[in-house]
């Protein structure tokens, strides 16, 4: 899924401080405002992807100007943050599932003989059938 949410990034010595408001807890920091940005959406897709891996109710995102008005420095900027717990879990979740299947012994045996990598050779099948990265 895809979610944008908006932040509110402070700058302080040298280090961008940031929060989430629309997520309960969900605090980061980066050492520039591009750094911070980055952790910003990691931490966004981290929260949200274990809220829909526990089926938790996912917030609605408030309007950057709710979220302006919640500023209380005037160092403080409100910025749009995108998150895709799709791309997330792509690249964090590397767990196997064991699958039982079956294939003619004809097809199993020129297989063997060829020494193909069963394993690699589904994963790029189901891929290209359900269009994945």
Request: aromatic residues 10%; charged residues 25%.
């Amino acid at each position: 899924m895809k979610y944008v949410y908006p932040a509110i990034f402070t700058p302080e010595d040298n280090t961008v401080f940031v929060s989430v408001p629309d997520l309960p807890g969900l605090h980061t920091f980066g050492a520039s405002l591009a750094d911070a940005i980055y952790m910003a959406q990691d931490a966004i897709e981290m929260w949200l992807w274990d809220a829909e891996n526990k089926n938790e109710p996912i917030p609605g995102a408030s309007s950057q100007a709710d979220i302006a008005r919640q500023c209380k420095s005037k160092q403080q900027t409100v910025s749009l943050v995108a998150a895709d717990t799709d791309e997330y879990r792509r690249q964090t979740e590397t767990r196997a599932d064991k699958k039982t299947l079956s294939i003619p012994a004809w097809l199993n045996d020129k297989a063997e003989k060829a020494n193909a990598p069963f394993s690699q050779i589904l994963q790029q099948g189901l891929k290209d059938y359900l269009h994945v990265g």
